[in-house]
Structures are given as C-alpha cells and as structure tokens.
C-alpha cells in the first residue's frame, strides 16, 4: 500500500518570502502521479502542480515548484515570492494510473502568509 | 456556475437519523468521489463511480451507500449515524484519461456534526 507523509503540520511565513513544504512517500511502483493541492479556507481543493515520476524535470507553474527525488521518495512544494492568498492547507498526494483515479493524500500542511 | 455543488453544506443531527448529502457535477466528467475529512484533516477516498458504475469501494462500514443515479449525479446515504460520522465530506468529479490525470474537481464540502 502507497503512503504519504507531511511531516510539518503547520508552517508560517512572511508576506513575499519562499518557503518549502516537504513531502515523503512510500510505494515499490515505478510509474505514479505526485500533486500537491491547496485547500484554503474556503474549503474547495483545488490542484496546485503535478508531477510524473518518470520524469526527470521538476514541475513548475509560475511561483509553485517542486523538487522531486525520486530515489529519495521525496516530493517538496517550494512557493516563491509568497502571497497572503497562498495562505491554505496544502496537501501531498499520490496516485498510479490504472484505471480509477484513486488519489492517497498526506495529513496535510497548514501554511500561513502573514503579512 | 459551481461546477461541483454539494447539498447540505452543513448538517446537524442525532445519533441514530438517517441522512443523505447529495452531489452534482456540470463538467460532464464521467468520474465521481467521495472523500471523508476528518477532524484532524486527514482526506481519505471513500467511493468512487464511473458512469454509474462503482469501482472503487473503500473499507467503509456498510452503513454507508453511494448512489450514481447518472453520471452527473453521486449521493451519499447515511444509515444509523454514530458520532464518529462526524466529519467534513467531499464531492469530487474527474475525467479519467491522460489530458489531466488525478485532477479532481472538489465540492465546497458537506460539514456532518453527529451528537
């Protein structure tokens, strides 16, 4: 059984800075999905960046990126130039594609912007 | 237009009532789930239907049932509510394939206060 780890319950940052959420997994397969998504306090998930194992080149899109380690079964979430609408809950999840999308999430990280 | 909405978004009941949490998606996804927060805010899939079928069915007690009247349609039935019920749920929807594997679209959620 895959399991994903989110070892920092709770982070907290100042308006403009980069912070890093970490990210470990476990899983003996060698084709899978890794995200990270972001759940504010408005409670609607949404996806933040997505990243396939077989590729080597870490995901970006625009202020979020990862550094994917493959051999380390590590996946951080690294956001520049933070904004206090950044501020949310961020979860790690995992998934291997067959057939149903059946996604395994972490215990999540509450991440606060202040300003 | 909400593109996953689910109703109630908020329910308070007693121990023992029946209760159901209806779903709808307009993205004409051909997936559907259902994900349980608990208090600690730990999301784990419960069910999950493609076109009417269910094909994931997680250790649930079977005091819980889904039901996909269509593909745009996913309800949840609760029989014999107990207060570890207590909990926020979550509408997802999806399109299995390879454009955008393991993006789910979240409902806003369905907060259940069991005493």
């Known amino acids: 059984a895959q399991t994903v780890t989110q070892s920092q319950p709770e982070m907290s940052v100042q308006e403009a800075e980069t912070v890093t959420l970490s990210c470990t997994y476990d899983?003996?397969?060698?084709?899978?999905?890794l995200f990270w998504y972001k759940q504010p306090p408005s409670r609607q998930m949404i996806l933040v960046i997505r990243?396939?194992?077989?590729?080597?080149q870490n995901a970006t899109e625009n202020r979020f990126s990862v550094n994917f380690q493959k051999a380390a079964k590590s996946f951080s979430l690294k956001i520049s130039d933070s904004q206090l609408g950044d501020t949310a809950m961020y979860f790690c999840?995992?998934?291997?594609?067959?057939?149903?999308?059946?996604?395994?999430f972490g215990q999540g990280t509450r991440l606060t912007i202040n300003p | 237009d909400t593109a996953v909405s689910q109703t109630p978004k908020y329910l308070v009941t007693q121990m023992g009532n029946d209760k159901s949490i209806k779903c709808e998606q307009n993205?004409?996804?051909?997936?559907m789930y259902w994900y349980k927060q608990d208090s600690k805010k730990f999301l784990k899939i419960m069910f999950s239907?493609?076109?009417?079928?269910?094909?994931i069915n997680e250790t649930v007690p079977n005091r819980f049932s889904p039901k996909s009247p269509d593909k745009a349609h996913l309800n949840l039935h609760i029989n014999s509510l107990e207060l570890g019920d207590s909990a926020v749920y979550f509408c997802?929807?999806?399109?299995?394939?390879?454009?955008?594997?393991?993006?789910?679209?979240f409902g806003e959620g369905s907060r259940l206060t069991v005493l």
């Open positions: 899983t003996s397969e060698n084709n899978y999905y």
């Open positions: 997802a929807s999806s399109q299995v394939g390879l454009a955008n594997p393991g993006e789910l679209f």
């Open positions: 999840a995992f998934m291997i594609p067959q057939g149903a999308q059946k996604l395994v």
């Open positions: 239907y493609n076109n009417k079928e269910l094909i």
């Open positions: 990243q396939e194992a077989y590729k080597q």
């Open positions: 993205l004409g996804h051909d997936t």
